[in-house]
């Protein structure tokens, strides 16, 4: 069939653009996601827009000669300014999305080649990506990645939540790990941003990780970039920590939640360090959390969060508090030189 695959630059769409874009992105989550609320328009648009701090990203866009878009690819490498460039100078991330109506037709084929030849412009040796399609699997598996880890997107509806039971988690919390006290931030505080990141690393990189080749490394710089891109693209942050008597944070957990999405909110990280861990602190943690949601966005019905399928602790309390597990998703990865080959580039 007649295409031709362009870069794009959503800062520099104009603004008759976007309801060609939105077609196309409503059309492919409507197919893969056909119970779900569309996600918001001006949202959308401005995460598009805004920058991922020390990336550099590219976006690629399928167009027919009628001008429909009929796919996506994206692009991304870490700079060396990022706080975990050594870690992962080797890898690239890519992305694509391919129409239904337009699949099994060698669009993602050629995209793939294109996001190849970036990854060795930037001198890759490995690509990571991931599906929860599929579709997307097959497209995987047929040019031969290897599967990295396993996952899924779990919820939790907030009108069959156990409240007592989360307030019993609240309540037992001090009993159990006494003299811990619980902080909240959206803005870490300046005099602990480097211990925070530090934990926050730490807590990231105790997750399963599986045959992934991505290590995080989160600096105080790295957070306080983070915070400017949530504001910017209209989300809010909150996240708890739990600190020892002797000042030492031991556990945390964080929430995402753009106000324009209202129905959801998104559980991101939860950690405790090894050595506070037997005292309940993630129970407690994750109870205080969700009766702040309840509190403060009585709106919201759904938490989601994602967890990879071998982190019994963390699923064991997802369980105990109503998550259910929404949909699959893995991680893959290609040898960029054995990828090359087998796209003769």
């Given amino acids: 069939m007649d295409y031709k695959i362009i870069e794009f630059e959503p800062k520099e769409a104009p603004d008759d653009f976007w309801e060609g874009?939105?077609?196309f992105t409503e059309a492919n989550f409507r197919y893969n996601n056909p119970d779900d609320p569309l996600p918001n328009r001006e949202a959308l648009i401005q995460r598009q827009k805004a920058d991922i701090p020390d990336f550099h990203v590219k976006r690629w866009l399928v167009i027919t000669p009628e001008g429909k878009i009929i796919a996506w690819a994206g692009f991304g490498v870490e700079k060396e300014s990022s706080s975990s460039y050594e870690e992962n100078?080797?890898?690239?991330?890519i992305n694509i999305a391919v129409l239904h109506d337009y699949q099994r037709k060698g669009i993602g084929t050629e995209l793939l080649k294109v996001l190849v030849k970036e990854a060795q412009s930037f001198g890759g040796t490995v690509i990571e990506t991931g599906s929860d399609t599929d579709s997307g699997r097959a497209f995987l598996k047929y040019f031969g990645a290897q599967l990295t880890i396993e996952g899924a997107e779990n919820r939790l509806e907030l009108e069959e939540v156990d409240w007592e039971l989360m307030q019993s988690w609240v309540d037992e919390g001090p009993k159990r790990a006494k003299d811990v006290k619980l902080e909240s931030f959206a803005v870490c505080p300046e005099e602990f941003l480097e211990e925070y990141a530090e934990m926050y690393t730490e807590a990231l990189n105790m997750q399963p990780l599986g045959e992934s080749e991505h290590r995080p490394?989160?600096?105080?710089?790295a957070r306080r970039q983070v915070e400017k891109r949530t504001k910017e693209i209209g989300q809010i942050n909150y996240t708890l920590i739990s600190r020892e008597k002797n000042g030492r944070i031991s556990g945390m957990t964080e929430i995402y939640y753009d106000p324009r999405e209202a129905h959801v909110i998104h559980q991101e990280l939860t950690g405790v360090r090894p050595e506070f861990r037997g005292r309940g602190l993630g129970k407690w943690l994750k109870a205080q959390m969700i009766l702040y949601i309840r509190e403060t966005?009585?709106?919201?019905?759904q938490i989601n969060t994602g967890n990879a399928e071998t982190n019994a602790p963390m699923l064991s309390i997802n369980d105990r508090m109503g998550f259910k597990k929404h949909k699959g998703g893995e991680g893959y990865k290609f040898q960029v030189e054995e990828l090359a080959k087998k796209l003769e580039i």
């Fill in 21 to 23: 874009y939105f077609q």
């Fill in 217 to 221: 490394n989160i600096d105080g710089k």
């Fill in 89 to 93: 100078k080797h890898l690239a991330s």
């Fill in 297 to 301: 966005y009585p709106e919201v019905q």
